[in-house]
């Protein structure tokens, strides 16, 4: 079993590399097509606007913070400061770098919180954050569709990918929610905690009110977040000698929402959300200067990677905080008493 273990872990890292590969042999076809002196002047000139955009993939990861408390309501408090911070970097720098980096994110950190809230309630929480970032996400791809529809058509390409995006991305969201009301995800999510935590208690099954609870509140502070990361296109829009307007701004973060949705299995994304900006770079204006549209996902890959780059270092530096539980005694007789907080409240 364990040589079975770790035959899969070997297997998970080597195609975590090859998918690396392939991706940034995508990307440096896709400079060469483009010519890498045109990348890189179009990249130097948008050197002093970087400080602005990675500002606002703070602004995002801070969304992700307030949603996630407005869905733990009181049960925030049981998560030591520390323990908040280190769950927020780890997942923000899974999320940037490896493929299916959302869902990598959402497990460890749900199994950070779940040695203070219980598997249970860390599980319907991640699954909720999940859901809400999806309908987000499903609202901004609306919006997208309607802008591009109207400018282009209907039947235009990008049109296209963006009404498939609202309808997968509403769909994966209600499945979540769905499958949270039966506590399926409760248990998927309990076995994994006690892999990585053998020795914590056991949780008891989330109250069926909690579950079934939908989180409004996450979904706005999602929605504003996504809405920050219009600004934030908008911004690179700008940096890379783009005319920026609403519509344009909409435009360019809908080419990022299809290349985001469709390399989820590549790390950041890597060939393809170049590729998307390099397919549509007519549709922002750059038929004759493809570098340009090029450059859009360059840029704010360089502010995602500084952003996880601290985001790994912080969390090197900051402990594991111990759980709140007691920790058990021998009892009189020698033997040892249950778990300490086995029927504790999740």
């Known amino acids: 079993m364990k040589r079975s273990e770790a035959l899969k872990k070997w297997a998970r890292v080597v195609a975590r590399i090859l998918l690396a ?6 990307v440096a076809w896709l400079v060469r097509g483009a010519g890498p002196e045109r990348v890189a002047s179009v990249l130097w000139a948008a050197g002093p606007w970087v400080p602005l955009v990675f500002a606002l993939e703070l602004v995002q990861l801070s ?14 408090r049981d998560i030591p400061a520390g323990t908040w ?4 970097a780890v997942s923000y720098a899974m999320m940037s770098l490896l493929p299916a980096g959302r869902v990598a994110g959402e497990v460890t950190r749900g199994a950070l919180f779940a040695r203070f809230v219980g598997a249970s309630r860390a599980a319907s929480t991640g699954a909720q954050m999940q859901a809400a970032y999806l309908t987000a996400n499903a609202g901004l791809s609306l919006v997208a569709w309607l802008v591009v529809a109207g400018r282009f058509g209907f039947g235009e390409s990008l049109a296209l990918l963006l009404g498939a995006n609202v309808l997968f991305q509403m769909f994966i969201a209600g499945g979540l929610l769905a499958i949270l009301r039966h506590g399926r995800v409760g248990q998927w999510l309990e076995r994994r905690r006690r892999l990585l935590f053998p020795r914590s208690p056991e949780s008891e099954p989330l109250d069926p009110a909690d579950r079934r609870r939908l989180p409004y509140r996450a979904m706005l502070v999602c929605t504003v977040g996504r809405s920050s990361q219009v600004v934030q296109y908008a911004v690179i829009l700008a940096a890379v000698g783009g005319v920026v307007t609403v519509q344009n701004a909409f435009v360019t973060h809908g080419i990022h929402l299809v290349g985001a949705s469709l390399g989820d299995l590549m790390p950041n994304q890597l060939g393809v959300t170049d590729g998307m900006y390099r397919l549509f770079a007519a549709d922002l204006g750059f038929a004759a200067d493809p570098a340009r549209a090029l450059s859009i996902a360059f840029v704010v890959r360089i502010a995602q990677l500084g952003l996880s780059t601290i985001c790994i270092i912080v969390a090197a530096l900051m ?10 005694s ?17």
């Not at 590969?21 to 995508?26: D, N, S």
């Not at 911070?85 to 927020?88: L, N, P, T």
């Not at 402990?319 to 058990?328: G, I, L, M, Q, V």
């Open 21 to 26: 590969v392939v991706g940034l042999t995508l």
């Open 63 to 76: 969304s992700d913070y307030f949603a996630l408390r407005s869905i733990l309501g009181p049960r925030k």
């Open 85 to 88: 911070v280190r769950a927020m």
């Open 319 to 328: 402990k594991p905080a111990a759980s709140r539980e007691p920790a058990s």
């Open 330 to 346: 021998p009892s009189p007789d020698g033997s040892s008493p249950p778990p300490a907080g086995a029927g504790a409240r999740s």
